[in-house]
């Protein structure tokens, strides 16, 4: 079985501008989280979506945001970049829930 | 709320000895507690996990944790380590799984 795909691994953006991020997870899999990390913060919780819905939402400001399509992918989307949001964005699924699987992550690095 | 301690930021270790990581956490619920594993430039790998049932809990490349409710611990353990077990190792807690919570995460440094 394939596992968690992200896209793209590499990312380089000024402030300012947004991005979004794409997540494949496992076949079967329903929900999907994502996760910042960062030398200062280290891992950090942002969202997680079942069935296109969002269930729960960590403390990150309303410029982060998600969605999840009907084939369980999802993508993050991050508006007027700040310096600060340069980290290692972090994507997993489950069925439904339970054990998390980690994709390989999109760096981000803001300008 | 939940949290996680991760007593040791570095550990280092000579190859073949065994090793401890020590994770404590917190939480007024039953949880569920993850140990996963992060190599250079690669995302979360799991190592083992407790949902319930036996303390003793096994996983891969020969790691193993032991759950002790009473003393809010999850040490990871592993009887000879290898050069190649050099990486960074984070404890996890969550109450259903959805939402993890890890610890700040230990360094593993196996020298030869």
């Known amino acids: 079985k394939a596992g968690v795909t992200q896209t793209p691994r590499y990312l380089i953006k000024t402030r300012g501008q947004q991005v979004t991020l794409s997540c494949s997870p496992i076949?079967?899999?329903?929900?999907v989280s994502w996760y910042q990390q960062t030398p200062g913060q280290g891992l950090q919780f942002l969202f997680e979506?079942?069935?296109?819905?969002?269930?729960n939402k960590g403390n990150f400001p309303g410029r982060f945001s998600g969605r999840q399509f009907s084939n369980s992918r999802s993508e993050m989307n991050v508006s007027t970049l700040e310096l600060g949001d340069s980290a290692l964005y972090l994507c997993?699924?489950?069925?439904?829930?339970?054990?998390?699987?980690f994709g390989p992550g999109t760096r981000l690095l803001v300008l | 709320a939940q949290s996680v301690t991760q007593l040791d930021s570095q550990v280092p270790v000579f190859e073949e000895a065994p090793v401890e990581l020590r994770c404590n956490y917190s939480?007024?619920?039953?949880?569920?507690l993850f140990w996963y594993v992060q190599y250079p430039n690669q995302g979360l790998q799991l190592l083992l996990k407790?949902?319930?049932?036996?303390?003793l809990v096994k996983g891969i490349n020969g790691f193993e944790a032991e759950f002790n409710k009473s003393q809010t611990s999850f040490h990871l353990r592993k009887p000879s380590v290898h050069i190649s077990d050099t990486a960074e190792y984070f404890c996890?807690?969550?109450?259903?799984?959805?939402?993890?919570?890890f610890g700040a995460g230990t360094i593993l440094r196996v020298k030869s």
């Open positions: 997993a699924s489950s069925y439904p829930q339970e054990t998390q699987y």
């Open positions: 076949s079967g899999h329903r929900s």
């Open positions: 979506y079942f069935s296109e819905t969002q269930r």
């Open positions: 939480s007024s619920v039953s949880v569920y």
């Open positions: 407790y949902l319930s049932g036996s303390t």
């Open positions: 996890a807690v969550s109450d259903n799984g959805n939402k993890l919570v």
